[in-house]
């Protein structure tokens, strides 16, 4: 036995007892995921097929990811300088990956084994026959426990050797695989997009089979990712190079044109897409969870699907139309598709942008700077466009998840400014939303106590200020209070908001617990706004208005006075900041923003209850803004996309959305505080710099003359 | 009533402790004073009831004029006096331009709608900023300027968060600029360069200057006149030679200098 | 200049403070006498209540004592100490629940309660320590906001988990023959279960009091919460005490989650620790925070305001359905602390950091 040998020798004991802890740790975590109930519920959910579920996959990522964290660790203790040996041997990796496995595959046979003696269902509600059946692979139990054991071996193995393949391989290799996890996960969104008219049915048919991805086609997706990772560093240059011949040769007028021509073909369609008659198009089921907000029956959605774009049909006639429809749709697909792709080398370029301002060469030169311009010129366009095109291009369902994204967006801009650029921690943030629901109500709903009856525009002003005044007012008494009581007293807020609107007291006026009905939809001329593909263009508009302001402010004398007294109130006031008009500007401003994303909240439901505004609204608002790193824009907008649009998509999810939100919000503040997306800012690795310019400096001085006191 | 700043009788209780007690002198305008005393002796808890951070309990400060007592920092700051921190307070995260700029807070006045809709006043008032925040930072020399100034304050070395902490100062255009203690730990050569500094401050930009200091050299440099104070109170004022022969000065440094002694010899 | 001058003086935010605060002395003076004189309740109805809301105040205090000591300690606030609470009730409530089935509990319903406060206990402090050493401990030296958010992360992640452990309903706790009986003297019931919870609780906090006070580990605690970084350097291991700060907390916070069970068997259930814990942090601030006689004094002063205070002034006030806005008598309580008395009714001004 050398090889056990030379294990022993190499592996120290601390090691041994890391390895053995980061198994067990992950067994845990295996049996947490099962008793929680996510594995099971995950089951249902085909990745592939017929052949494997995402419960299983879960499981898998665990094992396989025990063994990868296991080396990872290895690897970083070993590379200590004082050790002796940097990097463990590769039999070693496996024999440590083989080891976090086996734990994790024990702990689960252990598990299965436990159920077998004793009932738990009584109190563990999860531990049913269907996640049993999951486990055991519907085999009899007792057998299959070596199995699990082995096969948890096998897969922390497995992670161990993916540490080991040379990156150029395991990059596409992991991505390919995750695509194909992601899509199957997505495969409802993926039928309803497919199954719309205009998409060729074969390529349903060729992905989807039944309950999850087809074989073919979840080869044909990892092939395509792969493919894409790999070509992937060559496609920017390419871009580059189209961009420039464009600059170059192409006339000025002619570019003129093309983008003239394109943006009013899309205005046209987007007005016709708005202005198709509703008479035919049911408005979507809107159920209130218990504790969840804005969330629909998924399965109700697929069954309006049918109805949907059918409607063009009813103003034209049969067969012109069938042609039209079907000439649109095909161009639009391929009009996304182009716009999608030119879309992500957009954003691609915002980020090369932002980091080649600094160098001012890049800028000097006029032809750079040409093609620097055409570039942002591009990239605004597309991305206008790619926000546009969305709901004709995904339908009523997909429109929902984004006009939800969008409500919280919105949100998210609102509270960014109260929480990301004035460092106040607002978690009753729900009641600007809920006063802004309710006020919109009660101004436009004929049923409300006082009967005004106005039209969604003409009540969003006054929704607008008298939320912000409601900003003022909460934000009047916690002027004073330092941070973590500030937080604590609006999350009291927010509960007493819920309080007041639910009580008897206020019942003639907020209807109580039944909420108030009838608010009218929003309508433009005489187009009215009903279905979430068309509110979606009112809530992007409001979405775009809240990012420019954002954006606006932060770079102002506003913003300044912000961040300064976010990060030091006392030294901002004696640098001459009014720190309470400052924080009461904050809350109005904030409260204002949230008050619209609330009055489209009324007008979409068409009608509010006080349920709908708990705590919760708070929360996922914060997590999105933590997420996406506090005061980060972007973050916010790929925050709402995660935290909100995700849990939509996948139903599954919604039972455990804040389980994850909250394990989130402890992960980001343990680890990475400012965020996945950082607000843009240069790095802090600039001490060394520094000091060697103060040392420069410095020399030079004593070389220039002897008295070194000059000041330079 | 030709003094720029003047407080009689000032005073500052913590419960049963009087931080500062009936203290009275004032400052001519262009004078550069030395606050000096042992530690505890109430000179920075001074600066905060002049920028208004504390209450005074009794007594009143007047500014050109003006009695600051019951205004809040930001109008004091407002008026014209701005200080330093004795242990450096930037804004870390700020950039360090940024850090300067929020000094012109009180000498700009465009507001939301302004940053908003940015019309050409707006944009006119934020070149000025710009251009003022350059000018306190090219005050430096080259320390603060060029790359550093989109850098996060955080990133400087220690001596120049204190350069940009009085370059901060200086941006919100104050007549009187309140210095605690702008030489702690700094080497020698820093040490001379600030009081250099401080001089020019009042030589090129007509700064009048109230400095704490516990280095007696930058004291006996820039200093027209030391006032000492020991226990809340004024105990000598007049100039570096006459401060330093004091009798109660002498005394209230002894024990701190005996207190050195046992600190260096640990 | 001199318009200036004027204006500064008193400034407006201190004026409307006033206002608030002479409003609000008003409103409840108005409101209790407008009630005491319709004569609507008799004494004693009024004693009843005072000794229901006792009862229900010892519940808030056991757990506000667990916010006080970790914010002594830490400086933070343990946002996630209601669902430590909440895992004790409900663990307690399945231990319950099997001796009622082998019929243990109506034969020895005192050893059953014994049985109920240890499995409860146990459960708190080892979630307690759980958070405090996955959460918490990495976080000791960082921003305050940091800290709250990852509390209130561990908030919600600890309230999904045992909802999907146990499920999202309500369960009820068996109900002991023995504690619904009434006693009565005079005109005045009171119920056992009240004196008893009450009692209990009593007799926890004077424990705890007793154990900060004159164990040689409570002294060691003190030190902590007057100076970390001084403790440390006379050799105290302040780990070591911000785990038995932990652990305290979650015991106390336990045997509330039975008390909880025993005083109110309805309603057991993931999101029970939400308000409660909301109101017992409103009640070691209104104790004065860091300070256990405070906390302990602010819980029961909640409990009997709670109480008391909806029939007495906001009927008075004219208020339908006073009841209703119970849970918000405790919030207005915190921001009318918060806004007037920050350092709470014992806490000592503390220094500007700390308060």
């Known amino acids: 036995m050398t090889d056990s040998n030379t294990i022993n020798t190499i592996i120290e004991r601390k090691h041994a007892t890391k390895t053995v802890l980061i198994g067990i740790y992950s067994g845990l975590v295996t049996l947490f995921v099962c008793l929680i109930g996510m594995v099971e519920t995950f089951g249902a959910r085909d990745i592939i097929g017929g052949i494997i579920s995402m419960g299983h996959t879960m499981l898998i990522i665990i094992a396989v990811g025990s063994g990868a964290v296991a080396v990872k660790t290895l690897r970083e203790d070993m590379s200590t300088p004082g050790a002796t040996i940097n990097k463990p041997a590769f039999l070693v990796e496996i024999f440590v990956g083989v080891t976090t496995g086996l734990i994790v595959g024990a702990t689960l046979s252990i598990f299965v084994f436990a159920t077998q003696l004793v009932d738990m269902r009584s109190v563990l509600i999860n531990v049913s026959p269907g996640l049993l059946e999951m486990l055991t692979l519907q085999q009899p139990a007792s057998q299959v426990m070596m199995t699990i054991t082995v096969l948890g071996s096998l897969l922390g193995g497995i992670g161990a050797a993916i540490f080991n393949i040379n990156p150029r391989i395991r990059l596409p290799l992991v991505l390919g695989l995750t695509s194909v996890v992601s899509l199957g996960m997505l495969r409802d969104m993926l039928k309803i997009v497919l199954s719309r008219e205009g998409w060729p049915s074969v390529l349903l048919n060729f992905l989807v089979k039944n309950q999850g991805l087809s074989i073919a086609g979840a080869t044909t997706i990892f092939a395509t990712t792969v493919a894409l990772v790999i070509i992937w560093p060559h496609l920017p240059k390419i871009y580059d190079k189209t961009v420039r011949i464009i600059v170059t040769y192409v006339p000025k007028v002619l570019q003129f044109a093309v983008s003239i021509i394109f943006t009013i073909a899309l205005t046209m369609r987007v007005f016709w897409f708005i202005g198709i008659s509703d008479k035919d198009l049911p408005i979507l089921p809107s159920c209130q969870a218990a504790d969840s907000s804005p969330n629909v029956d998924l399965a109700k959605c697929i069954s309006i699907l049918s109805n949907d774009v059918s409607t063009t049909s009813d103003l034209l006639g049969t067969n012109l139309a069938t042609l039209v429809s079907t000439i649109i749709t095909v161009s639009e697909i391929l009009v996304g598709s182009l716009i999608l792709l030119c879309f992500i080398f957009a954003i691609w370029n915002i980020r090369q942008n932002a980091n080649l301002t600094d160098t001012k060469s890049t800028l000097e030169d006029p032809n750079n700077a040409l093609l620097i311009i055409a570039k942002r010129n591009i990239s605004a366009f597309f991305s206008v466009a790619l926000l546009v095109s969305l709901p004709i291009l995904l339908g009523v369902f997909p429109s929902e998840v984004l006009l939800n994204v969008g409500l919280y967006m919105l949100m998210g801009f609102g509270l960014n400014i109260v929480v990301g650029m004035a460092g106040l921690l607002d978690l009753g943030y729900v009641a600007f939303f809920a006063v802004g629901a309710y006020s919109t109500a009660i101004l436009t709903s004929p049923r409300a106590s006082i009967e005004l009856g106005m039209s969604f525009w003409a009540a969003l002003p006054i929704v607008v200020l008298v939320t912000g005044a409601t900003g003022l007012l909460v934000g009047a008494p916690v002027l004073r209070m330092r941070g973590d009581y500030l937080a604590i007293v609006t999350l009291g807020f927010g509960e007493i908001a819920r309080f007041l609107f639910l009580s008897d007291w206020f019942k003639p006026w907020l209807g109580g617990a039944q909420g108030i009905i009838l608010i009218p939809p929003v309508s433009i001329g005489n187009v009215q706004l009903i279905g979430p593909h068309k509110l979606y263009y009112l809530i992007i508009t409001g979405c775009l208005i809240a990012l420019f302001i954002s954006a606006r402010l932060r770079g102002s004398r506003v913003g300044r006075a912000w961040m300064a007294m976010s990060e030091d109130e006392k030294v901002a006031e004696t640098m001459g900041i009014n720190t309470v008009y400052y924080k009461l500007l904050a809350f109005g401003l904030g409260a204002m923003i949230a008050s619209i994303s609330g009055a489209v909240f009324a007008a979409k439901l068409g009608t509010i209850f006080p349920h709908s505004f708990n705590v919760l609204v708070s929360i996922t608002a914060l997590s999105l803004l933590i997420v996406g790193g506090i005061g980060s824009l972007p973050g916010i907008i790929v925050g709402a996309l995660v935290l909100v649009g995700l849990p939509e998509l996948l139903r599954e999810f919604t039972e455990y959305r804040l389980l994850i939100y909250g394990a989130i919000l402890i992960f980001m503040m343990l680890s990475r505080p400012e965020g996945l997306i950082p607000r843009v800012r240069q790095t802090r690795e600039l001490d060394d710099q520094e000091l060697s310019q103060d040392a420069w400096l410095h020399d030079k001085n004593e070389a220039n003359n002897g008295s070194s006191v000059t000041v330079t | ?266 | 200049m001199t318009s200036l001058q004027k204006s500064k003086r008193v400034s407006w935010v201190s004026i409307i403070l006033w206002v608030l605060r002479v409003t609000v002395i008003a409103l409840v003076i108005y409101g209790s006498a407008v009630t005491l004189s319709s004569g609507k309740y008799a004494p004693s109805s009024w004693i009843s209540l005072l000794i229901a809301g006792l009862a229900q105040g010892s519940i808030y205090a056991l757990i506000a004592l667990g916010y006080s000591l970790v914010y002594g300690i830490m400086l933070m606030i343990n946002f996630a100490h209601g669902e430590v609470y909440m895992a004790g009730a409900f663990v307690s409530f399945f231990v319950a629940d099997a001796l009622e089935q082998s019929g243990f509990l109506q034969a020895q319903p005192l050893v059953t309660i014994f049985i109920l406060l240890l499995s409860a206990m146990a459960t708190s402090t080892l979630v307690a320590l759980i958070l405090e050493r996955v959460a918490y401990r990495k976080l000791q030296n960082a921003p305050r906001m940091i800290s709250l958010i990852t509390a209130i992360g561990a908030s919600f992640f600890l309230q999904y988990t045992f909802r999907g452990f146990f499920g999202s309903g309500f369960k009820a706790y068996p109900e002991f023959g023995a504690m619904w009986g009434r006693w009565t003297f005079g005109s005045v019931t009171v119920q056992v279960v009240q004196i008893v919870v009450a009692m209990a609780a009593i007799l926890m906090m004077g424990g705890l009091y007793w154990f900060v006070e004159k164990t040689k580990t409570g002294k060691s605690m003190r030190a902590v919460s007057e100076d970390k970084e001084i403790a440390s350097l006379m050799g105290i291991d302040v780990n070591r005490v911000i785990v038995i700060t932990f652990m305290l907390g979650g015991m106390l916070a336990g045997a509330a989650g039975v008390f909880r069970g025993l005083y109110q068997p309805q309603g057991i259930g993931y999101n029970m620790g939400f308000l409660p814990g909301l109101k017992a942090f409103s009640a070691a601030v209104l104790g004065g925070i860091g300070n256990i006689p405070g906390a302990m004094l602010g819980g029961v002063f909640l409990g009997i305001f709670e109480s008391i205070g909806p029939n007495l002034i906001l009927q008075g006030l004219g208020i339908v359905g006073a009841n209703q806005l119970k849970d918000a008598i405790a919030i207005v309580m915190l921001v009318l602390v918060l806004i007037f008395r920050p350092q709470g009714i014992l806490g000592e001004k503390l220094a500007e950091e700390k308060a």
């Open chain 2, 1 to 266: 009533m030709n003094k720029l700043f003047e407080c009689k009788n000032l005073s500052k209780d913590f419960g049963g402790l009087t931080a500062v007690n009936k203290f009275s002198f004032d400052i001519e305008e262009g004078e550069i004073v030395s606050l000096i005393g042992p530690n505890g002796a109430g000179k920075t808890t001074f600066f905060n009831l002049v920028t208004g951070l504390y209450p005074a309990s009794s007594g009143m400060i007047m500014f050109k004029g003006e009695d600051l007592i019951g205004l809040s920092p930001y109008e004091i700051t407002q008026l014209g006096i701005a200080r330093t921190f004795q242990a450096v307070r930037l804004f870390p995260d700020m950039t360090i331009l940024e850090n300067v700029m929020v000094g012109q807070h009180c000498r700009s006045k465009s507001g939301v709608i302004g940053a908003i809709l940015q019309p050409k006043s707006y944009k006119e008032e934020e070149e000025r900023i710009r251009t003022n925040a350059e000018k306190q930072l090219a005050f430096f020399g080259s320390r603060l300027m060029g790359f550093r100034l989109n850098q996060p304050a955080s990133s400087l070395s220690y001596a120049n968060r204190r350069r940009l902490e009085i370059a901060r100062a200086m941006s919100t255009e104050a007549k009187l600029l309140l210095l605690d203690e702008p030489a702690a730990g700094m080497n020698p050569k820093e040490t001379i360069e600030i009081a250099h500094l401080i001089g020019k401050l009042r030589d090129e930009r007509g700064f009048t200057i109230l400095v704490i200091e516990h280095d007696m050299r930058v004291v006996k440099d820039v200093s027209d006149r030391v006032v000492a104070m020991d226990y809340g109170s004024k105990i000598a004022e007049g100039t570096y030679q006459q401060v330093a022969t004091n009798e109660h000065v002498v005394e209230a440094y002894l024990g701190r200098k005996g207190n050195e002694e046992q600190d260096n010899a640990n």
